[in-house]
């Protein structure tokens, strides 16, 4: 009795206390969102709001999302068992390289359509944050036509009324031109609107947006005038290619853009010449965040002991010197890429593993064998016996008699003479072409280890790709001597002691230039792709030594295959202890690179297609 | 200890008899096969290289099927009964695929149960009286290459070639013809001639040396190929196989 007592009193009292007005008690406002006339009524909160869109950025290869994304085209070797299949592989599939992400597209409109309906942001913060966002736009629109071609243009946020019929929202695909052009537009609107001054990289500047003007311009207008060279790259519809008469005006776009950068207008850039050897100033450019650094324009920073941090380095340090043991090794430059870069006069000359007469050349110190060129080549490669962190990189396939005999020790010494970076076929995280790659690599003490990781940015644009697109644009315009004016300035920093004359400026000058100086930077799949040329340099049969030989500096230079180049020491006969090298083509290259008519522009989801009928397809697919 | 088995047991026993309803569909068993034909002779391709779409109007999204036509112009696909629409997207293969205003036009089919179909279409070129035989140390093709589309259509050859692999996967793919590295060089068995240098296309003369393999092996494969200019995949001949 007393029970049904106590419990009936406690069951009334849990009644009674849910007796809230509803309004009361749910009406709570949350503590985990902002809403967003909060957000948008204080810069420090748009700021958190922007940098998750700056975050979002997309970028072909960046330190960001995988060293992977470095490794293909035959640039580098993959040093990772799991990888090969970059190797093998005999092509790309349609899909590859797709981007068509408008989840991003329409939060970077509804944040333009707050800043505009926002009435608490001063007019000038509301100003600089709206282009910001315009930035941001353009920019990903440049990413997806890069890659797509036209895409539908939305420059509002799209919202579905609920009532079963979406086809108000099903757009069709721009031209691939209206798109390039939206891009240089937005550029030219918002540059004025934009900072002069350079303090913060990571964020959009009025150089950033004439950077981009720049290197979209230069696309468009490639695309119009090297698309005449493969007309079923194209849709009748305008969505795939460009009009070969829009080409001029194109380049002069690119032209203007980049002058107003070189000029001055956009702040103080220049090239960085702060270091007195000219490859370790080269090196510099990619790790030197100071302000001293007057080459990068825009960056994605990196902040160590802040969760902002990547893998770079740890994945691609040199195996002996790595701070993570075991993990490193990973990105192994080509020997078709090192044998791209000139002598110090200028010329082209395969890496002498041979004289004349296809007789080994001994050399005292490793190095040698790689003297006087470009000083670029050092500053992206590390060499065998290069410098990393204090400490040399001990590359060494094994020893060799004069008689040409390998000996690689015996017994217990079975790998003796195999130096601690390799090279041997299929150990991983080794080079297994006999270079490691440096351009990027952070030297910073604990910068190769998983937990700290390294914060080195990644320069999305910078002073010497707006010299190379100014001297393109040149060149295509018929100013071939202003050409060689830009690109000599390149040059010349990389200790190149014979500056070109106009005459010497060709199109394999400039396909040259670009692909050594901007060496995993992202931009070889969408040179190659504006060009023209994927087809007939990646065109699926093997790459033999007399192609990695000859046709030096020619921009059809076939490189299907990753060459490597292994150093053995000899053990007798008069050269005793110099080295001498071989040129190999890894074992784990089984595959070549062929590059489809239908892989210039990425297929378009079916998805896509199925959910919007007006959306159509790629050519050659 | 027992009681906890006893109950697994009895569990598991519960467990596959529920499990034991009809939840799936049968696999698909209608057998769609065919070929790629010009007046009744079949086209060689390059194995995966010339693809098809099979779309299924009806259920939802429009996204297709997608598979590619065999070495010897084939098509072969398992699909469930129902109504089909095949097409070859554009730009593809060696030939010209009839069209409506630049869209591919697609080719009804009805399945129910197995059918066989033949796809007609109208080649640049056809390789004709093709033979490969052993000729001492090399092995010789001899063919003539007949101009389908003239006029304002046609298409100039850009080069005719002999492939010889030691598998019955024979092309210009780079795994699909023997390459040998003597002394770090390739040595491919191939002999390509340009569009240009053929005198006479209907007597056409190509020779392979047999090339020395690791492992003996006394038959070979050789196939004809031709490019045309400005048409991305090769036409070919069939693989006729060689013994020597």
Not at chain 1, 342 to 360: H, N
Not at chain 2, 31 to 52: D, K, T
Request: proline share 5%; hydrophobic share 40%; charged share 20%.
């Amino acid at each position: 009795m007393k029970k049904i007592l106590s419990l009936s009193i406690l069951s009334l009292a849990v009644a009674f206390s849910g007796c809230k007005k509803d309004s009361e008690f749910l009406d709570i406002p949350p503590i985990s969102i902002i809403p967003t006339e909060t957000a948008f009524s204080d810069p420090a909160l748009v700021i958190s709001v922007l940098g998750d869109l700056y975050n979002r950025m997309v970028d072909f290869s960046s330190l960001d999302n995988g060293w992977q994304s470095f490794a293909d085209f035959s640039e580098t070797f993959p040093s990772e068992n799991g990888s090969y299949w970059i190797v093998k592989n005999t092509g790309w599939g349609y899909g590859n390289w797709g981007l068509y992400d408008y989840g991003y597209v329409r939060d970077l409109n509804l944040f333009m359509q707050r800043i505009e309906a926002s009435d608490k942001l001063k007019a000038e913060d509301k100003k600089r944050f709206a282009a910001e966002g315009r930035f941001l736009r353009a920019s990903f629109y440049f990413e997806m036509v890069k890659r797509m071609g036209g895409v539908p243009l939305i420059l509002e946020p799209l919202q579905y009324d609920y009532k079963g019929d979406p086809t108000y929202l099903q757009r069709p695909r721009a031209k691939e031109s209206e798109i390039y052009d939206f891009v240089i537009a937005e550029a030219e609107a918002i540059k004025n609107d934009l900072p002069t001054s350079l303090e913060d990289k990571s964020r959009a500047t009025k150089a950033a947006a004439l950077a981009m003007e720049s290197r979209a311009a230069l696309y468009a207008a490639s695309i119009a005038k090297y698309g005449a060279t493969t007309p079923s790259v194209s849709l009748p519809g305008g969505e795939v290619g460009i009009p070969a008469s829009m080409a001029d005006a194109y380049y002069q776009k690119s032209l203007e853009a980049s002058m107003q950068i070189i000029n001055g207008e956009a702040g103080p850039l220049s090239l960085y010449k702060s270091l007195p050897v000219l490859s370790e100033n080269f090196a510099a450019i990619f790790l030197d965040k100071s302000s001293t650094n007057t080459e990068s324009i825009f960056i994605e920073d990196f902040k160590a002991f802040a969760g902002k941090t990547h893998g770079y380095t740890t994945n691609d340090q040199p195996y002996s010197i790595s701070d993570e043991g075991g993990d490193a090794g990973r990105l192994n430059p080509s020997l078709n890429l090192v044998s791209n870069f000139e002598m110090l006069d200028g010329t082209f000359a395969p890496i002498p593993a041979t004289d004349g007469s296809g007789k080994a050349i001994a050399y005292e110190n490793q190095e040698d064998i790689f003297a006087g060129r470009d000083a670029r080549l050092a500053g992206t490669v590390l060499l065998p016996n290069g410098l990393f962190k204090g400490k040399r990189v001990d590359i060494q396939a094994g020893n060799i008699t004069a008689a040409g005999q390998i000996i690689l020790g015996e017994g217990d010494l079975a790998e003796k003479f195999i130096g601690l970076d390799g090279p041997v076929n299929g150990r991983e995280f080794r080079t297994q072409t006999g270079f490691y790659v440096r351009k990027w690599l952070d030297p910073t003490i604990g910068s190769g280890r998983r937990g700290r990781g390294s914060d080195v940015a990644f320069i999305r644009y910078r002073y010497a790709e707006i010299l190379l697109n100014a001297a393109e644009a040149n060149f295509e315009l018929g100013q071939a001597d202003l050409a060689a004016d830009f690109m000599n300035q390149v040059r010349s920093r990389a200790g190149i002691t014979v500056p070109l004359t106009g005459a010497d400026v060709t199109f394999d000058r400039i396909v040259h230039e670009r692909r050594v100086e901007l060496a995993f930077e992202g931009h070889i799949l969408f040179d190659y792709k504006r060009w023209r040329i994927a087809h007939k340099i990646w065109v699926g049969e093997p790459t033999g030594i007399v192609e990695i030989k000859t046709n030096l500096g020619k921009a059809l230079q076939r490189s299907t295959q990753p060459w490597g180049l292994w150093p053995y020491q000899l053990a007798d006969g008069p050269d005793a202890g110099k080295w001498i090298y071989k040129e190999v083509l890894p074992s784990n290259v089984t595959g070549t690179n062929r590059f489809l008519l239908g892989n210039y522009y990425s297929q378009i989801p079916d998805n896509v297609i199925s959910a919007n009928p007006r959306i159509i397809r790629q050519p050659n697919q | 200890m027992k009681t906890s088995f006893r109950y697994i047991v009895a569990l598991s026993m519960l467990a596959s008899i529920a499990s034991c309803k009809k939840d799936n569909y049968d696999s698909p068993s209608s057998q769609l096969s065919g070929r790629i034909v010009y007046q009744g002779e079949a086209l060689g391709f390059e194995n995966y290289q010339v693809p098809f779409e099979l779309y299924q109007p009806g259920y939802g999204g429009s996204a297709p099927i997608r598979s590619s036509f065999g070495q010897d112009g084939s098509l072969n696909a398992l699909l469930f009964d129902g109504e089909y629409k095949l097409v070859v997207p554009n730009g593809q293969g060696p030939f010209v695929w009839p069209k409506t205003n630049g869209n591919p036009d697609t080719i009804a089919i009805s399945m129910k149960g197995g059918k066989a179909i033949d796809l007609e279409v109208t080649p640049y070129y056809m390789i004709r009286h093709q033979a490969i035989t052993v000729s001492g140390t090399d092995i010789v093709a001899d063919f003539g290459v007949e101009q389908i589309i003239t006029g304002v259509d046609g298409r100039n050859i850009g080069e005719v070639a002999l492939f010889v692999n030691k598998t019955q996967f024979v092309s210009n793919a780079g795994d699909s013809k023997i390459i040998r590295k003597i002394d770090n060089v390739d040595v491919v068995s191939e002999q390509k001639l340009p569009g240009g240098a053929i005198t006479d296309p209907n007597a056409i003369h190509l020779v392979v040396p047999i090339p020395e393999l690791e492992v003996h092996q006394n038959y070979l494969f050789g196939r004809i190929g031709v490019r045309i200019d400005g048409v991305e995949d090769w036409l070919y001949g069939p693989v006729i196989k060689v013994t020597y």
